[in-house]
């Protein structure tokens, strides 16, 4: 079912390292520096944007600023080891390794999708056993794609539509290409723009979680929105989709994850002032960008909600837990890891690697896939989930052109490293 394979094989990998250091930078500097310090906001990164008059702690910034990896807990080693190391896999003249992260553990591939600004949008799939990208071929049109998540052998894709397709959430197998549409209406309303999915099983039924956010309508991808934002339930046994949390909770909902006892819903938020005006409805600039987390009740509802953390930089997009309840988010300072009760352990760092921002990526047992436009980078670390295989998997915006060679992905020429 693939085709237009990417030229990118382990070859490739050498010389094509990114700034590969450590630094140890002390949680204490996260809320407490010397007065008179200057600082940015909320659009800026804290490394770029801070400077305290202390020349010591001003040239840890510095070191820090420059470093790929930035420890703040001594946890940070037990998910990285002492020495990790990142290596450039792929690169893209495109945004194409955006959205979505969905990991296949029977095959060995994760799912991707390039980014909705883009107006033209391709899946990809990354293969980590002959380290090659290709995209899908499916029965069903998907138009837009964005999020998608892996469950019971197939990868279900949020699709953004467009002016005449219903937005909707499609189902693929991904030996055959085989699709179906999963949910596409409310009682005949259209859906804003599915944004991100996630499957729970609990008192043996499966339930669908998906985010319906704006984002559809304001990018003039869809038609106007016709429902609230909200998160939504969909129960097949039961054949009933309910929201089952409003605006009034969460106002842009974003990406939601649940951790691995399927006790606990995560909901990133992207309200607030991150987002340019001209994007936003006038309601979502009250907002915060902040990741909140929910309990499941008996009748796998999400109920006390409880704020988790706030994004330091821009917004927190992709958001996925570990199998030890750490939870990981794209944001605008990178990959920003916090442990389980929300202390900032680990950052993946998008300054020392030239970019804005991380904004998804996957946890493929030890392999990470962080989607940041058009880089794949490639590092091992100790074990995050499983034994199976010990890679890490980046992708990030390039600062400076790279070597590359050439391939088709059915629309135009790109190139890849």
């Not at 003039?220 to 097949?236: E, K, T």
């Amino acid at each position: 079912m693939y085709k237009h394979v990417l030229g990118v094989g382990a070859t490739l990998l050498s010389g094509a390292l990114a700034q590969n250091q450590t630094v140890f930078f002390p949680a204490e500097y996260s809320y407490l520096l010397p007065d008179g310090f200057v600082g940015g906001n909320t659009s800026t990164q804290f490394l770029t944007s801070t400077s305290t008059g202390n020349s010591t702690i001003d040239s840890l910034i510095k070191s820090a600023a420059n470093a790929s990896f930035i420890a703040l807990d001594p946890d940070f080693y037990n998910i990285f080891g002492p020495n990790p190391q990142l290596e450039l896999a792929a690169h893209s003249d495109f945004d194409d390794f955006y959205e979505a992260g969905a990991w296949d553990p029977k095959r060995g591939r994760v799912w991707f999708s390039g980014s909705v600004s883009e107006k033209d949008w391709h899946l990809f799939v990354y293969d980590l056993n002959t380290r090659q990208v290709t995209t899908p071929e499916t029965s069903l049109p998907i138009l837009a794609p964005n999020g998608g998540y892996y469950w019971n052998d197939k990868v279900y894709i949020c699709d953004f539509g467009n002016q005449t397709f219903a937005s909707s959430i499609i189902a693929v197998d991904p030996d055959t290409g085989n699709s179906e549409y999963v949910v596409n209406s409310f009682f005949g309303l259209h859906l804003n723009g599915p944004d991100d999915v996630n499957w729970v099983k609990k008192n043996g039924k499966a339930y669908m979680f998906f985010t319906d956010p704006y984002y559809a309508s304001a990018l003039n991808i869809s038609g106007p929105a016709v429902l609230p934002d909200g998160i939504w339930r969909l129960d097949p046994a039961s054949q009933d989709l309910q929201a089952v949390i409003s605006r009034a909770d969460v106002l842009v909902p974003n990406g939601v994850a649940v951790d691995a006892n399927m006790t606990k819903l995560y909901v990133t938020d992207t309200a607030g002032t991150t987002i340019p005006p001209d994007f936003q409805p006038a309601y979502a600039s009250s907002g915060s960008a902040a990741i909140y987390v929910y309990d499941f009740d008996e009748e796998v509802r999400p109920v006390n909600k409880r704020l988790f953390a706030y994004s330091r930089s821009g917004i927190p997009d992709g958001i996925k837990v570990d199998d030890l309840g750490r939870v990981w988010t794209g944001e605008g300072d990178g990959l920003v890891i916090r442990n389980t009760v929300g202390k900032v352990i680990a950052i993946v760092n998008a300054v020392a690697l030239g970019i804005s921002a991380v904004t998804n990526f996957a946890i493929a047992g030890d392999v990470l896939v962080i989607g940041g436009y058009q880089n794949l980078w490639l590092t091992r670390s100790k074990i995050l989930q499983n034994p199976a295989c010990n890679m890490i998997i980046i992708l990030l915006v390039p600062d400076h052109p790279v070597p590359y060679t050439t391939y088709s992905a059915g629309r135009t020429t790109r190139h890849v490293w």
